[in-house]
Structure formats: structure tokens, C-alpha cells
């Protein structure tokens, strides 16, 4: 397996401010959506003070005083009585109050009674508070006494229950469509930027797949980007969540009691803390994760293509532990970010938790002894459920703290692609080549101080056929990179009709190129679209001429469904003689000037060879064609035959000038002959 240089990712600055800009575009659904969101939490956060409303004015509201009318709401022993609070009439009337000791309830006869430890014996109701006794006249409750009184809470009771569960249906409404249209928005956004990077991907140079796996491509334009998508859907909607709920529960514990929303402030800047050195630690452990996980996919991504080779000379073992060391190392950086999850999700949470419920029953304590105010019951149940409400945003965001730096690190992989240099593809074509080619003292080197191609310089008129040979690493290949500006030249000049091609673009040279490879590549789709290439202006007909050309009429006729048939991933159902006329109907049915043969009968069996040889025969005229030659036998008719040794053009000529010199390309040409005929001469 060959060594690929590892690429650094640096840190792209700025990560924050272009996942931003991508989401800008759908900003109005996503702000619906967060104001909904918003909505939601308000309508969810009336429970507490619904719920002490409930306890306070009617639960424990019959505690409060009565006052004795003629037509009352409650009569009790011949008595009638309507709440103080909801007493309409002017003037003084006499009062009472309903205490509860214990488990038992008894009617006083006073609008007010002191707290502190009560006791009744014998129609007296005793209260000591701080070494002070009260004595209040009190008569003993049966249990259809109290709910005389009670009967009257019941519809307030059922009327607010009712308001919150209307409440809570609208939060629903608001959730559903909040997440919803958060979702679409993410999925949009996701789309889009999976579609540029695609783009870009068809914009960078060759080189740069040379140097980059496959996988680790591919890692990048779906994982990477689906972490991203969760940033959207749900780190963004967390932390909104979040923010707002946070904001609303401190609103209300401001409104129960000052002193206590001041000190249950402290949460936050402990959280922010936590959240700067969880950062600290999370980026690194991330960074890794994603880069190993994309060697994980590279390395797949290779075995699967190259499995036959791989079982073929037994390396099922050697590949399975190499994958398994570079899965060690993915899983040893994993569990090292459980363990920091762990840390900061269940122990903070657990530790402000416990901390902000001391100090609830302290605070609440110490006011009943004294220290502090007196608190109703419905005041210290709404305190405990706006601070336990308090922990599940702060939960939340805490739990999406990973989630959050998996898309931090992801975004800047992405956009670390996306900002490598590329070039646009052009809207706008240029007129077909005539097809003269000129290489005038070019240089080439991939690696600095390691020339590839040595002032290699040939003329090419449209119509001639010019062939290269030469050992394997002589540059044949190399020339076709330049040609094609797969790589650009360091030295010298190349020139197609007279214009240098480094002031065209790319795929104005490719677009009136063609080129048949040695190992042909099909795509996953049928025969037309093979050929075609998903040109709309390429006809069935085009299409079908062209294979007729090249020989495949009657490959293509025994198919069921013809130039329909589908085609298998690298058209692996078709075998390589048959795969490599598609390939050369591909080459002509877009009428090139310029067309190029890497070694593309090299691996054809004779009978196929013969019937590609006589199609070329015909394409050829009127244009220039360049043949990369592993037979010899097969340039013989080559107007130019340049003959490559370590990047440098050693011999130039035709067949019958180069046999005449008895120089390299003569001594090939015998070797080839001596194996066909069985020996060497």
C-alpha cells in the first residue's frame, strides 16, 4: 500500500462567522422557527406560577379569612361565611381563620393567627412563637366541614388546570413546527453546502487527489458535513433553548425573591468557565477523531477496490491489522472524549444541582426559624420547580458541548477543502481547436528538484498521429499531464494553435480533448449515459453511431436492453475489450481535435485489438492523436514516434527512420517482435 502524505489541516479562521453566512440565506425560517421555539418555552414556564397560584390562593387558600355575611358562599353551624378576598361589601364584618394542625383543621375565631407551634385542647387553639403564647377560641372541623370550604376552590382549581394544559398544547403546536422548519433550514443548508463542496471537489487539480485518499474526500462531503447538520438542528436549538428558558426561569425567580435569583446567578459564570477548558480539551480530542476516522474511511475505500489483489496474494491479515491499529488509535481518542463528557455533563450538573438545593433549604429554613421572611407554600414549590427547570437547560447545553466542538472541527475540515485552490469551471466555450500542438523546451517536476520531463520539445500538425515510447517512469505519461494541465509545466511553453495553454482555462483545453485510458473507467449508470456523459446534446443516435464505429454494434445488439443495458459500478459485468469500446465511443462522440491513446490496446485481446485498430484508422482523420505505445506494432503508421528515456526525447522520427538509426526504438521493436514469433532476434 502506498504512503500518502498526511495533509495539515490548520485551524481555519473564522469557522464560526461561515457556518453562520451558510445559514444566512435561510435566516427567516430559522428565526420563525427560534421564535416559536421561544414561544414554547414562555407558555412551558407558566406551570411554577400556575402551580403556586393553585397551592396559595386555593389549595391552602381556605386558610386564609373568612368573613361572617348574611348570604355567604359556606355555612358552617348555622354560620355563613364568604373568603375575605373576594368580599364586595364595605364596612368592618367580623373574621375568622381556618388552621391546620397536623392532620385536622379548625375554624378560629380571629382574622389573624400568629405562626408557630400550635396545639387545641379543649376549644382553644395555643400558638408559642419565640417565648410568646396566643390563645384563640377555635371549634374542631370534621372532614365535610373542610370540604364545604374546599368546594368552593375546586372550579378555580379545574379552571387553571385547564388554562395549562392549554398552555402545554400550544407549546406542542410551537415545538412541532419549531423543529420542523429547524430541521428543513439545517437540511437546506447541509444540502447546499454538500453541493458546493462536490463543486469544488470538480474544481481542484489533479495533484491534489494524487495526494489525498479517496475516502478521506468523501469522509469530508458526508460525515463531515452531517456532524455540521446536527449544529443546525440541534447545538442550535439547545443552546437557543437554553438561553431562553434560562433567561425566563431567572425573570421569574427575580420576580419570587430578589435575593435568591442574585445568588443563583453564580451558575453562569461557573458555566462559562466549564465551558472554556471543556473547549480546551474537546478541539484536540475532536481534531484526531475526525482525522482518524477519515483514515478509517481512505483506508476502506482502498481495500474494497483493491480486494482481488488483496486476497489474490493472501494479505486479508496484514490489511485486517492495519486497519485494526489505526481503529485502536480512533477508539483510544473516543473513549478519552467519554470520559471528558462524563466529567463535565453528570458531575457539573450534579455538583450545581446539589449546591443550589442547600441553599434552597437553608433559605427557606432559616426564614421559618426566623431568620429571614416567612414564605407561603406555593412560593417555595415554585422556587423548587424553577430551579430544578434551571438544570435541564443547563443539561442541555452542557450534553451538546461535544456535538458543538464535532461540528466546530468538522466545519473547519470542510472549509479547509473548499479553500483549497481551484478553478472554476467556464459558462462561456471556446471555439474547437484546429489541433497544431507545440511543445517548445518544457520542463516538469512533482516533487521540487526532481524533473520529471527534461526540455522536451515536438511539433504536432492537426491530422498526425505522434506516438511515445519508452520504459515505464520514461515522462509518456507525464507529457499527457502537461497536455492536458493535469500538472502544470515549471519551463517552457505549450502551445494548441499558436495560444499558450497556461492563458486558457483547464476546461477549455479538456473540452475539445479526448482520451482513452489503458484501464477504462465506467460509471454507475447505463451504456448511453457512459458515452454520452450526461450531455443533453448528444443524441441516442450519436450515440449508437459512435459505438457502431469503434466495433460495438454487435456487442451492443446481444444486450437485452441495448445502450440502456446498465452498467455495474467500473462496469464490472462487461469484460475489458468491451469496456474499452464504450471507452472509445465515449472519445468520439465528442468529435475532439485532439485525441489521446494511453496504451489503450494494451489490455485487448487480438481479434478485439484488430476492430478497435480499424475504427481508429477512420476517427482519426483530420485529427491530432497522440498514442502512448506499449506494442509497437500497433504505431507502425504513426506520422512521429518519440522515443522517452528518464523524461528526455533520446530518438524522433517515423518507423522507417527509427529502424534505419538501429538505435533504442530498433532494439525494442526486435525484442517485441523475438516474443511474438517465439524468439529473439
Do not use: C
Request: charged share 20%; net charge negative.
Amino acid at each position: 500500500m502506498n504512503k500518502v502524505k498526511q495533509e495539515a489541516t490548520p485551524e481555519p479562521k473564522e469557522t464560526g462567522k461561515r457556518l453562520f453566512q451558510y445559514a444566512w440565506p435561510f435566516r427567516k425560517t430559522i428565526f420563525l422557527s427560534l421564535f416559536f421555539l421561544a414561544l414554547a418555552a414562555a407558555a412551558e414556564l407558566t406551570g411554577p406560577f400556575i402551580a403556586k397560584t393553585m397551592i396559595d390562593e386555593h389549595i391552602v387558600g381556605i386558610e386564609q379569612t373568612w368573613v361572617e355575611v348574611p348570604d355567604g358562599d359556606v355555612t358552617f353551624e348555622g354560620r355563613s361565611f364568604t373568603r375575605e378576598d373576594r368580599y364586595a361589601g364595605d364596612g368592618t364584618v367580623d373574621g375568622v381563620s381556618i388552621v391546620q394542625v397536623g392532620l385536622d383543621y379548625y375554624l378560629v375565631e380571629a382574622r389573624e393567627v400568629t405562626a408557630g407551634e400550635e396545639t387545641y385542647e379543649n376549644g382553644v387553639l395555643t400558638v408559642v412563637r419565640d417565648g410568646e403564647t396566643s390563645v384563640y377560641p377555635a371549634v374542631s372541623m370534621t372532614t365535610d366541614d373542610v370540604f364545604l370550604f374546599y368546594a368552593q376552590e375546586v372550579p378555580y382549581i379545574i379552571g387553571w388546570m385547564a388554562l395549562y394544559l392549554v398552555l402545554i398544547g400550544i407549546s406542542s403546536f410551537f415545538h412541532y413546527y419549531q423543529s420542523l422548519w429547524l430541521q428543513t433550514s439545517a437540511n437546506r443548508i447541509i444540502k447546499q453546502m454538500r453541493e458546493d463542496v462536490f463543486r469544488k471537489v470538480h474544481e481542484l487539480p489533479v495533484r491534489y487527489f494524487d495526494q489525498m485518499p479517496t475516502g478521506k474526500i468523501v469522509s469530508r462531503i458526508t460525515n463531515d458535513t452531517e456532524a455540521i447538520r446536527e449544529l443546525y438542528v440541534r447545538v442550535l436549538a439547545t443552546f437557543f433553548t437554553g438561553i431562553v428558558y434560562m433567561i425566563g426561569i431567572f425573570f421569574a425567580i427575580f420576580l419570587l425573591d430578589v435575593r435568591l435569583a442574585l445568588a443563583t446567578l453564580i451558575i453562569i459564570p461557573v458555566l462559562i468557565v466549564w465551558m472554556i477548558v471543556y473547549r480546551s480539551f474537546a478541539g484536540r480530542y475532536n481534531r484526531v477523531i475526525r482525522e482518524k476516522l477519515s483514515d478509517l474511511n481512505g483506508r476502506m475505500n482502498e481495500n474494497i477496490q483493491g480486494m482481488s489483489i488483496i486476497q489474490a496474494f493472501g494479505q486479508e491479515k496484514k490489511v485486517a491489522d492495519e486497519f485494526e491499529t489505526h481503529n485502536d488509535e480512533h477508539y483510544r481518542f473516543n473513549r478519552k472524549m467519554l470520559t471528558l463528557n462524563s466529567l463535565t455533563s453528570f458531575n457539573l450538573i450534579g455538583l450545581l444541582r446539589n449546591v443550589a438545593f442547600v441553599t434552597l433549604i437553608w433559605y427557606f429554613a432559616g426564614g421559618s426559624m426566623g431568620v429571614g421572611m416567612i414564605f407561603s407554600l406555593g412560593v417555595v414549590y415554585a422556587f423548587v420547580d424553577y430551579i430544578n427547570r434551571l438544570f435541564e437547560p443547563i443539561n442541555g447545553i452542557v450534553g451538546q458541548l461535544a456535538q458543538l466542538e464535532e461540528a466546530r472541527i468538522a466545519g473547519e475540515r470542510v472549509f479547509h477543502l473548499m479553500d483549497q485552490e481551484g478553478e472554476p469551471l467556464p459558462e462561456a466555450q471556446t471555439p474547437r481547436f484546429h489541433g497544431d500542438v507545440t511543445f517548445d523546451g518544457v520542463w516538469l517536476s512533482y516533487d521540487e528538484g526532481h524533473p520529471v520531463l527534461r526540455d522536451i520539445s515536438f511539433e504536432a500538425k492537426k491530422g498526425e498521429t505522434v506516438a511515445f515510447v519508452g520504459h515505464t517512469g520514461s515522462g509518456k505519461s507525464s507529457i499527457m499531464n502537461v497536455l492536458f494541465r493535469y500538472y502544470d509545466h515549471n519551463q517552457g511553453r505549450v502551445l494548441i494553435d499558436g495560444q499558450d495553454t497556461l492563458a486558457l482555462s483547464r476546461q477549455d483545453i479538456r473540452s475539445h480533448m479526448a482520451i482513452v485510458l489503458q484501464d477504462p473507467f465506467l460509471f454507475t449508470g447505463t451504456i448511453y449515459s457512459n458515452v454520452s456523459m450526461g450531455d443533453p446534446a448528444i443524441s441516442r443516435d450519436q450515440v449508437m453511431e459512435a459505438l457502431e464505429q469503434v466495433g460495438a454494434g454487435d456487442f451492443i445488439r446481444s444486450l437485452e436492453a441495448g445502450i440502456d443495458e446498465e452498467v455495474k459500478e467500473k462496469g464490472a459485468t462487461f469484460s475489458a475489450g468491451q469496456r474499452q469500446l464504450i471507452s472509445f465511443a465515449r472519445a468520439l462522440v465528442v468529435d475532439p481535435a485532439i485525441l489521446i491513446l494511453d496504451e489503450a490496446t494494451a489490455n485487448i485481446d487480438t481479434e478485439t485489438e484488430a476492430v478497435i485498430q480499424h475504427a481508429l484508422d477512420v476517427v482519426k482523420a483530420g485529427r491530432t492523436t497522440f498514442v502512448i505505445a506499449h506494442r509497437l506494432s500497433t504505431i507502425r503508421d504513426a506520422d512521429q514516434i518519440l522515443v522517452l528515456s528518464e523524461g528526455e526525447i533520446v530518438e524522433q522520427g517515423d518507423h522507417d527512420e527509427l529502424m534505419a538509426q538501429r538505435g533504442r526504438y530498433h532494439h525494442m521493436y526486435q525484442l517485441q517482435k523475438g516474443a511474438g514469433s517465439g524468439k529473439v532476434s
